[in-house]
């Protein structure tokens, strides 16, 4: 990651990310700072972090608003020993217990930043807010949402996808984040029966986004 990603605030509040002595069971390594809220880059404008961090007041009273959580009791880190998987000697992340359709799973956490701090060799960014360009690295930083694989060549099609969040933060803010969730059951009822306990959770990651906004930067 660029040294811009250690300039960073956790939550919207000025401090910086720390190792914490609670970690998730099989977290794999120390170099990789395990996040209970979001690190923002110091680079973002404020307009940015507005556009993530609003008043309570404006969001529709029909949106859940959820409470920070963390490390996830109902998910395990496991390593990959199949050689046919093609994540074969890294880590996935695996149902400790049943999961209904459509229900929340974790939040996917990480670095908050715009095209000033782009890892562009990353493998765990995602799009956060794409009128300011706003993405959630979760390269060098993050939670157990780190270790999801994309479905391809594991299972026939993704058991999981994700979702925008909001957060309460408890000051009268709301905050934007990025959740997973077991995808739901469809009308038909038949798209998805949940994920069963020791099942590894799976989606289907797309780069288009940032791929296309690179092209734009170069362009």
């Known amino acids: 990651m660029p040294s811009s990603v250690r300039k960073s605030v956790q939550g919207g509040l000025p401090s910086k990310p720390s190792k914490t002595s ?7 390594s120390k170099d990789i700072v395990y996040l209970r809220v979001p690190c923002y880059s110091k680079n973002l404008a404020k307009e940015a972090i507005n556009k993530l961090i609003v008043p ?20 395990r880190i ?32 990480g670095f908050i930043h715009d095209n000033t ?18 993405g959630v690295d979760a390269a060098s930083m993050g939670n157990e949402a780190r270790f999801i694989n994309d479905y391809r060549g594991v299972s026939d099609g993704p058991n999981a996808e994700f979702r925008d969040i909001f957060v ?10 990025m959740g997973v969730f077991v995808l739901g059951a469809g009308k038909s009822g ?13 989606v289907s990651y797309g780069r288009g986004f940032w791929s296309e906004r690179k092209s734009s930067v170069e362009g």
Do not use: M
């Open 22 to 28: 609670c970690l998730p069971k099989d977290w794999p």
């Open 168 to 177: 309460d933060l408890g000051n009268g803010k709301v905050e934007k984040r």
């Open 117 to 134: 701090d782009l890892d562009e060799a990353s493998d765990y960014d995602l799009s956060l807010e794409r009128e300011f360009s706003i």
């Open 78 to 109: 496991t390593p990959i020993t199949d050689k046919a998987h093609p994540a074969y000697s890294q880590f996935g992340l695996f149902a400790s217990s049943p999961l209904a359709a459509g229900s929340f799973i974790l939040e996917y956490l």
């Open 56 to 75: 309570k007041a404006d969001i529709a009273v029909t949106e859940e608003l959820r409470k920070p959580v963390g490390p996830y009791s109902h998910v």
């Open 190 to 202: 038949k798209r998805s029966k949940g994920i069963t306990k020791g099942t590894e959770i799976v």
